[in-house]
């Protein structure tokens, strides 16, 4: 999940860029972590807003809810509630699986700033990881309004999902229930999300799809983390009825161990 930097260039924003590449990147190293969180406590007075932005990115790579909520407190507060600060905080909870205080976030951004396009497209992002699949559609017209000529990236899957919904494919609250399972066995394992995207499943089989979660862990303790959720999942006849097949999540290992060559995710 890439957070927004502004264009002005500050020391603390020059942290925010480093963060965004360790927060794509397959595994974050704690000695990186630490410097920059010293460094940044050492801008405290000259830019807290951007210090605790960037200390809140620091708790998420290290999986501390808390001291994530702490900072990004201050940094709204010091901001003056801006979108910009509404939007990283949104970024930050949905790496860590907070999905409802996220797609909040998301909200508070695109209405305090509702023609800014990188809020509105995080919006319409955390929209379909949350199961806001009509609301995501309709953000992807109102996006295609204010930039014509410059689609959406995620106007198709946002279609595909609402018109599944609106076909009775599955229901809205029963994926969101899936998704919190989901969620929920990704913060049991303290696992920081990297990536995720819904995908369309190739087959003969119409109106399904993979909810990928890209993690940073071997394919080993990927399968380890699908076993828990599957069990999970198949032990609720409401949810294998409502969406079932329909949709899917699954961890994706990202990193390769040592003997982790004859299983995957």
């Known amino acids: 999940m890439t957070y927004h930097v502004p264009a002005r260039a500050t020391k603390?924003?020059?942290?925010?860029?480093?963060?965004?590449?360790?927060t794509c990147a397959d595994e974050a190293n704690d000695?990186?972590?630490q410097g920059i969180k010293r460094e940044a406590q050492a801008l405290m007075a000259a830019d807290p807003v951007g210090a605790h932005t960037a200390l809140g990115m620091v708790a998420v790579l290290q999986g501390r809810i808390d001291d994530v909520r702490r900072h990004y407190c201050i940094a709204l507060q010091q901001s003056g509630h801006s979108a910009q600060a509404y939007r990283n905080y949104s970024a930050s909870l949905m790496n860590l699986g907070e999905m409802i205080e996220a797609f909040e976030a998301a909200r508070e951004a695109v209405r305090r700033a509702p023609d800014d396009g990188g809020a509105l497209r995080h919006l319409i992002k955390v929209a379909l990881g949350s199961a806001h699949f009509r609301e995501a559609r309709d953000h992807c017209d109102r996006w295609n309004t204010l930039f014509p000529g410059d689609p959406s990236p995620y106007e198709a899957p946002a279609k595909a999902l609402a018109g599944a919904v609106e076909r009775g494919v599955f229901r809205e609250e029963?994926?969101?229930?899936?998704?919190?399972?989901?969620?929920?066995?990704?913060?049991?394992?303290k696992v920081v999300l990297r990536v995720a995207r819904i995908v369309p499943v190739d087959g003969s089989e119409p109106d399904s799809f993979l909810y990928k979660l890209r993690i940073p862990l071997s394919p080993v303790h990927a399968v380890d983390l699908n076993e828990r959720l599957a069990h999970r999942i198949t032990s609720r006849p409401d949810l294998m009825a409502d969406p079932g097949t329909k949709f899917v999540p699954m961890f994706i290992g990202v990193r390769i161990d040592a003997g982790d060559s004859e299983r995957t995710a």
């Not at 603390?12 to 360790?22: D, S, T, V």
């Not at 029963?174 to 394992?189: C, E, F, M, N, P």
């Open 12 to 22: 603390a924003f020059e942290f925010i860029e480093r963060l965004n590449a360790i």
């Open 31 to 33: 000695f990186v972590l």
């Open 174 to 189: 029963s994926v969101r229930k899936v998704l919190h399972i989901a969620h929920d066995v990704q913060r049991a394992a």
